[in-house]
Every structure is written in C-alpha cells, then in structure tokens.
C-alpha cells in the first residue's frame, strides 16, 4: 500500500451542494494530483498542484477548484454540485516534477450526488 | 490533447496463460508509460511503467513493449494466476511539468482457474 490517504471514505451530497475531499500525500513527495473516476471508466485528470500552485489542469469547469498546503496536502473542492459528479474520486502523490515520474494514488473517495 | 486507446475491454485466459493488453496513444510528445492494476473497490495501483527511451521492461512475469514509431505499447503477463484478475489500466503522459495522465479505458482481464 502507497502512503497516499485520503478522506472521507464515501460522501453522499444532494445536487447544487459543494464538497471538500482530503488528500495527504506520500511522505517526501511534493506534487498532488487529482482525478475523478466514473464508473467502468479509467481516472481523468482534473488538475495538479506543485508547491501549492496550480500547475496544469484537466478539462474540468471551474467549480472544481483545490489547494495545496505547505505540508503538501491537499483538497479538491467541488460547489453547484451535479449528478454527474458522483464518481471515485483519487489522488495520486509523485516526487519533484523534475524527478520522478511515478504517480501512487490514495484509495479514493467515492461521491454520490443525489 | 493526448488520447489513449485500449483493447481489449475483456480478456479471459486460463491459468498459467499469458495475457497480452495493447494501448494506442496520439501524441508523440509522450515519453512516459505507466500500467496500472484495479482491484474491485481499490485504488489503481502502479505495476510497472516504461519510459520513451527504452523499448522493453521486465519484472518477474510482467512485462512492458513500447514502440515509438506505431505509437503502441503493451503489457504482457505470463504464468497468469488467479490473483492477477483485475482491471489494468494504461496511461501516457507529456513530458514537462505537468505530468498529467492520460488514462485508457481499462481491461477487466479474469483468469480460470
């Protein structure tokens, strides 16, 4: 198992609410990036952070939003929520962006929208 | 943007069978190649990758083939067991400092015992 967790486990949310997932990464490793993962689907990149900026996005509308901490964990904020959102949220750790290419992810949060 | 094909969506082998998944990408900028392994209700976990400047990767009885020119690359998996039915994934990145991964739409592979 990757050191990458993630919080909460589930969340069931009614539409047009906003969420937060919590994401603390692998230690050592300084960029986190998000992706959302529908069902029978492969993950879809929703954006990364690097040294708590934003450092490349996904095609995501903008209330899909995140921030990155100085102790480099992170969350992705979600508001007006749609159905359509209700996926397996993951996040996934990697070292520099210089250095290593590997991405490990957390378990996920699986959100259901209402 | 990059886009990744992968086939087949369903592959059934019997024990001890190999098992061969293939990926198409797009973008010739791509130099990184990751697989990764799905088990239902967990997180994709990282199994082996390969990078644009080698052609073949091996580790036990996994294995990585890229060819740069066709765009493809695949995963083999030999002596297959039970424990290896999963859902495999595989990605493609651009280099540069956003190493965003462009993901396949998976292989549910089962094997017989």
């Known amino acids: 198992e990757t050191g990458v967790t993630q919080s909460p486990t589930h969340l069931i949310k009614t539409r047009g609410q906003q969420v937060t997932l919590r994401c603390s990464s692998q230690?050592?490793?300084?960029?986190v990036s998000w992706y959302q993962q529908a069902l029978g689907q492969g993950p879809q990149f929703i954006f990364q952070y690097y040294r708590e900026e934003e450092n490349g996005r996904g095609n995501f509308p903008p209330r899909f939003s995140g921030l990155q901490f100085p102790n480099y964990s992170s969350e992705l904020n979600v508001n007006a929520l749609e159905l359509d959102d209700s996926a397996l949220y993951l996040c996934?750790?990697?070292?520099?962006?210089?250095?290593?290419?590997?991405?490990?992810f957390g378990p996920g949060t699986r959100l259901t929208v209402t | 943007g990059e886009n990744v094909e992968q086939h087949p969506s369903t592959l059934s082998v019997q024990e001890g069978d190999s098992a061969v998944i293939k990926c198409t990408y797009s973008?010739?900028?791509?130099?990184?190649f990751p697989w990764y392994k799905q088990e239902l209700g967990k997180r994709p976990q990282l199994i082996i990758d390969?990078?644009?400047?080698?052609g073949e990767k091996k580790d036990q009885r996994i294995a990585v083939t890229l060819n740069k020119t066709a765009k493809h690359f695949s995963l083999h998996i030999t002596e297959t067991q039970p424990e290896d039915s999963a859902v495999y994934f595989c990605?493609?990145?651009?280099?540069?400092?956003?190493?965003?991964?462009?993901f396949g739409s998976g292989t549910q592979l089962t094997v017989l015992p």
């Open positions: 973008d010739s900028a791509s130099n990184y």
């Open positions: 996934a750790s990697s070292l520099t962006l210089a250095g290593g290419y590997e991405q490990y």
């Open positions: 990605a493609a990145s651009i280099g540069g400092s956003a190493r965003q991964l462009t």
């Open positions: 230690s050592g490793h300084n960029t």
């Open positions: 390969i990078r644009s400047n080698v």
